[in-house]
C-alpha cells in the first residue's frame, strides 16, 4: 500500500466504528459518517467540509462510494490501511444471513447460496446492492441505524 503523507489532510471516516479504531491509535476524524448510507453520508460530508483536502483511511477492497459521490471540487482521498481478504469457507444453512459489506458477500458466494426461505439482512446500501446483483428480485432488509443494535439484540436472543 502507498505511503500518504497523512499531515496535509483533515481525517473523515465512514461510521463510528472506524472513528474509535482511529481514536485508539491517535487519529481524530473531524467527519463521522453514519455507516449506513454512503450516498447520504458524501451530502452531510461535502456541506460540512469546504474545500479543504480530507483523508478517508480506508479497507483495500474499498467500493469508494462515499468518495465517488463527492463533488468534483472537493479534494478527497482514500488510504487503505488494513488489507481484507476473501476466505473460502462452506457454512452450515442458516435461517438469518446478516452481511456487512460487499466482501462479505463476495466471500460468503465463493463456496455458498442463500436458501429460499431464509431471511436476509444487509448493513447498509452498498451492501444491500452487492446483494442484489446475486439476488435481484429477493427481499433484502436494510436496518437504519437506530435497527442495527436492535437486530443485533434479536439475533442473540435466538440463539
Not at 81 to 106: D, G, Q
Not at 123 to 134: A, D, F, Y
Amino acid at each position: 500500500m502507498p505511503k500518504v503523507d497523512a499531515s496535509k489532510y483533515r481525517w473523515a471516516c465512514v461510521g463510528p466504528a472506524t472513528a474509535k479504531a482511529m481514536e485508539e491509535h491517535g487519529i481524530h476524524p473531524e467527519f463521522v459518517g453514519d455507516g449506513n448510507n454512503p450516498e447520504k453520508v458524501a451530502a452531510e460530508f461535502s456541506s460540512r467540509i469546504g474545500n479543504e483536502a480530507i483523508l478517508f483511511p480506508s479497507s483495500s477492497l474499498s467500493k469508494k462510494t462515499i468518495i465517488n459521490a463527492l463533488p468534483p471540487d472537493i479534494e478527497a482521498h482514500y488510504t487503505a490501511v488494513y488489507k481484507n481478504a476473501l476466505i473460502r469457507k462452506k457454512i452450515e444453512v442458516a435461517h438469518i444471513y446478516y452481511f456487512t459489506s460487499p466482501s462479505n458477500v463476495e466471500a460468503f458466494h465463493l463456496e455458498n447460496s442463500i436458501p429460499a426461505s431464509a431471511t436476509v439482512w444487509a448493513i447498509g446500501t452498498i451492501t444491500e446492492k452487492s446483494l442484489r446483483e446475486i439476488y435481484p428480485n429477493r427481499e433484502i432488509l436494510v436496518p437504519d441505524k437506530s435497527l442495527i443494535s436492535e437486530l443485533v439484540r434479536s439475533v442473540n436472543l435466538a440463539r
